[in-house]
């Protein structure tokens, strides 16, 4: 490159170099490597700085090398990945969980009063408001919320009781094993004795 090439290529550096970070920095989000996009740019735009005719198209050509250069850190980036022996868990969300919750809330909801029903359901599923619920079914807005408070405190009470159940049968479950293994341990016993 001659003399008068180098000189150019300088003074537009120290011209544009506060623009061209500028448009580094909305490329990639840390400030240090946009510090190094532009400079890695600016090298290669410096070798081929005789080629570009019209000068005043250099911020185009410069900003293309950003995002080429980005691309390509991009596509060159290191994932973490570590081989192991054996695959993780992973915890994929098939929504069975979601599906059980729907399940369960559904039937909990048949403990409830035709009228407690559709207050609740109004309201919470189909998200009305409490005068939509009210003219929706014929009721003042005040019988709504205290329909819906003592359709709430129903359902809360028969979920507390399906689990305080659970938890028991759970634990009889658990008791299961262990009376099974003393019994066996006794007939062990009787038979070593004999």
């Known amino acids: 490159m001659a003399q ?8 537009y550096v120290r011209t544009r170099q506060d623009a061209l970070l500028r448009s ?6 840390d400030p240090v490597d946009a510090q190094d996009l532009l400079q890695t740019a600016l090298a290669r735009t410096y070798r081929r700085w005789d080629g570009i005719a019209d000068k005043s198209l250099a911020d185009a050509y410069l900003r293309r090398v950003m995002i080429n250069t980005r691309t390509e850190w991009w596509r060159a980036r290191k994932l973490d990945e570590v081989p192991t022996e054996q695959l993780p868990d992973a915890s994929i969300d098939d929504g069975s969980e979601q599906r059980a919750d729907r399940a369960l ?12 029903r559709s207050v609740v359901v109004l309201r919470h599923w189909e998200q009305m408001s409490t005068e939509e619920t009210a003219a929706a079914l014929g009721m003042s807005a005040g019988t709504v919320k205290s329909t819906l408070h003592r359709a709430l ?5 028969e979920l507390e009781d399906r689990a ?3 938890r028991e049968a759970e634990g009889v479950l658990a008791r ?11 007939r062990e016993r009787e038979r070593c004795a004999a």
């Not at 580094?24 to 989000?29: D, E, F, G, K, T």
């Not at 405190?153 to 009470?157: H, I």
């Not at 299961?176 to 006794?186: E, F, N, S």
């Open 4 to 11: 008068g090439e180098v000189l150019g290529f300088e003074e």
């Open 24 to 29: 580094a920095r909305r490329l990639v989000p």
């Open 105 to 116: 809330l559904m039937d909990v909801l048949g403990v409830l009063a035709p009228k407690q």
């Open 153 to 157: 405190a129903r359902l809360r009470q």
């Open 164 to 166: 305080a159940h659970s």
């Open 176 to 186: 299961i094993p262990a009376q099974r293994d003393r019994r066996h341990d006794g």
